[in-house]
């Protein structure tokens, strides 16, 4: 088996983050994923605001998940995340969201494009982030 980067961060779960039945509310998934994005950027060395600061976002294009087991209000839980694909124009980010005992409560994966800030039309990652580009391809998981 390759070996990959897999970021990994804890998640703090909130009762605020529960829905009537006691559980994590099945949306706050998404933001454990944006945490997982911006904590494996940062493991790498770069962070999402130079992005924005050179006139650049990285909005979401696609997002999936499957839901395999309810974390509740006093689990302790983490997002791990790493580069499943990286093509220079689209880069897809795969994560599973796990609990105390290392079982996976969810899966998914969020697919992301580089547009200008200015316009918002698509650019090539490979082309204005080079170096970061170029890390992704090292980093990223292989098929």
Not at 26 to 38: D, I, M, P
Not at 54 to 71: E, F, H, N, R, S
Not at 80 to 92: E, F, L, M, R
């Amino acid at each position: 088996m390759e070996k990959y980067f897999i970021s990994k961060r804890e998640i703090h779960l909130y009762y605020a983050d529960t829905d009537m039945m006691g559980v994590i509310y099945h949306a706050n998934y998404l933001k454990f994923f944006e945490l997982g994005r911006t904590a494996l950027i940062e493991d790498l060395g770069y962070n999402y605001l130079s992005m924005e600061e050179a006139g650049y976002y990285a909005p979401v294009y696609d997002i999936q998940i499957t839901y395999k087991k309810p974390l509740r209000y006093g689990d302790q839980a983490f997002v791990k995340t790493w580069v499943a694909h990286n093509d220079g124009i689209k880069t897809i980010y795969g994560y599973t969201i796990i609990n105390g005992n290392e079982e996976v409560c969810a899966e998914g994966t969020s697919t992301h494009i580089i547009v200008k800030k200015e316009n918002f039309r698509p650019t090539s990652f490979k082309k204005v982030f080079p170096e970061w580009y170029l890390k992704y391809e090292e980093i990223k998981k292989r098929d």
